[in-house]
């Protein structure tokens, strides 16, 4: 395992006073899109808002580059190289769209500020010309790629996204796929959460399903492609 793997180990996360994730591990390398799938209620979120620091950890470790994630602020998290994209596409919608790029950006030195925006514009190339536009103005699929976009300003080396295609027209998801995969070309590593699982399990390298707060399956996602029935099988769980 090189030092560049993010590594979750035995994380449990309570809400409200109850635990919802018990000791989930996972491992996501770089380059890689790994797909993280489950029914509604698994902890997929909660383990995504503790992976960004919002919400507390109560036992376990996340490990990236030999730094102990767990715990930081989620300034710090994404300072550390992980970003994350919430469920719900939330741009700040009385800000233009550059505005929210530029926001993102606060975090790289000045200097480095356009060229990184640039970089967005050159993987969502429909975003360049609507950047006086209000992102609440923007088509849900639109709204979506800023969301990715402010993720990526800061070139992060690990990009969560919490339920891409939620809500989205599957002509716009399609959209979404080959920034995707430029993405992970490019040398990061995605965590990607799906409910279409089919266009999870053709994008990814590996696979995890949870379902009640635990990792019920782990395989290479072409196994799982071609073996529906193991998935079948978590989603009855819920
Ligand atoms: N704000 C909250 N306070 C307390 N419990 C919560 C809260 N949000 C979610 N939960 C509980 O945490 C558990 C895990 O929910 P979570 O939203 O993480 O699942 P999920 O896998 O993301 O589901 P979905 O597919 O519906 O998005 C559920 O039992 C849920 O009821
Ligand atoms: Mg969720």
Redesign the pocket.
């Known amino acids: 395992m090189t030092d560049t793997t993010l590594v979750i180990s035995g994380l449990t996360i309570e809400?409200?006073g109850?635990e919802?994730?018990h000791g989930v591990d996972v491992v996501a390398r770089p380059g890689e899109i790994t797909a993280l799938l489950?029914?509604?209620?698994?902890?997929?979120?909660?383990?995504?808002?503790a992976l960004a620091g919002t919400l507390p950890v109560k036992g376990g470790t996340v490990t990236l580059d030999g730094l102990e994630l767990s715990g930081r602020k989620p300034t710090a998290v994404r300072a550390a190289g992980l970003a994350t994209v919430p469920?719900g596409h939330r741009v700040l919608k009385d800000m233009t769209v550059l505005d929210n790029l530029r926001v993102s950006s606060f975090l790289l030195p000045a200097r480095e500020r356009d060229a990184a925006i640039a970089r967005v514009h050159g993987l969502f190339e429909e975003l360049a010309p609507l950047g006086e536009r209000l992102a609440g103005s923007l088509s849900g699929g639109q709204q979506q790629m800023l969301a990715i976009g402010q993720a990526l300003v800061v070139q992060p080396k690990y990009l969560v996204i919490?339920?891409m295609s939620l809500g989205l027209a599957p002509i716009i998801v399609r959209r979404l796929v080959p920034a995707l995969r430029r993405i992970a070309e490019a040398g990061v590593g995605v965590i990607l959460?799906e409910?279409f699982t089919q266009l999870a399990l053709d994008l990814a390298t590996d696979a995890y399903a949870?379902a009640q707060?635990r990792i019920v399956v782990h395989a290479p996602a072409a196994e799982l492609r071609d073996a529906p029935e193991r998935l079948e099988q978590a989603y009855r769980l819920a």
Do not use: F, H, T, Y
């Open positions: 809400r409200g109850r919802v994730v489950g029914p509604n209620g698994a902890g997929k979120s909660s383990l995504v808002l469920e919490d339920e959460i409910q949870m707060g």
